[in-house]
């Protein structure tokens, strides 16, 4: 079953408005991963935060992690036509191996110039 | 930074030809490799992964098999390809434990 669930699917703004996606989950986790793909391209990796920590800055990403509620949320300030994208949560749902990340569904985000 | 090549981009084959897509891995040694699968509209699912030369470990029973003949490289096979093998393809890289999954462009698999 799917460890991430994203939220919303789709989500269209305008370019200058903040962008927010959610992502729940199921089982402990040792971290949170959420990557980015462009249409037809692979997945580029944005930030990772471990289950030990609130909350991380990169760029114009904010992340925070709530492991009471099983939640993350990606947050992407002054958003530009450049962030056109789906982007995935991915957890490590099987207790560490790296590899064996669960990847969500990914929310299509478009933002409109 | 690890660099992932993968070919083709594209393939269209018939129901029963065979598979085989390659992945190689630059600028890391003794990756852990991984095989994905994207369907429209939804996540990543996880084929096959290896840490090591000719160790393959299957996460989901399929019509298709892996192999890793050198420390970068990393195949998908199929003997005989069914339809619900049409998907995208991803071949993804982590030297170590705890870094992020570097990933190629994928392969676009039309089993017709």
């Known amino acids: 079953s799917q460890q991430g669930e994203e939220d919303p699917q789709a989500l269209s703004i305008q370019e200058g408005e903040n962008a927010t996606m959610n992502c729940s989950y199921k089982t402990s986790i040792n971290n949170l991963q959420w990557y980015r793909q462009n249409s037809g391209r692979g997945l580029v990796h944005l930030i990772l935060i471990r289950s030990n920590e609130r909350e991380k800055h990169s760029g114009r990403l904010r992340v925070t992690l709530d492991t009471s509620k099983k939640s993350s949320s990606l947050l992407i300030t002054a958003s530009r036509a450049a962030d056109t994208a789906s982007y995935f949560c991915?957890?490590?749902?099987?207790?560490?191996?790296?590899?064996?990340?669960?990847f969500g569904k990914g929310t299509k985000l478009s933002v409109k110039p | 930074s690890q660099t992932i090549h993968q070919w083709p981009a594209t393939l269209v084959q018939p129901v029963g030809s065979p598979l085989s897509l390659e992945c190689t891995v630059e600028?890391?040694?003794?990756?852990?490799l991984y095989w994905y699968r994207q369907a429209a509209g939804r996540g990543l699912q996880l084929l096959f992964y290896s840490i090591g030369i000719g160790q393959i470990s299957s996460e989901v029973p399929q019509n298709l098999s892996a192999s890793r003949p050198q420390d970068r490289q990393f195949i998908l096979s199929s003997k005989k390809l069914l339809l619900s093998d049409s998907g995208f393809y991803l071949c993804?890289?982590?030297?170590?434990?705890?870094?992020?999954?570097?990933f190629g462009n994928g392969t676009r698999l039309t089993v017709t």
């Open positions: 991915a957890t490590d749902g099987y207790g560490g191996s790296q590899g064996n990340l669960i």
């Open positions: 600028g890391t040694s003794n990756p852990n």
């Open positions: 993804a890289s982590t030297g170590q434990y705890n870094s992020p999954l570097h």
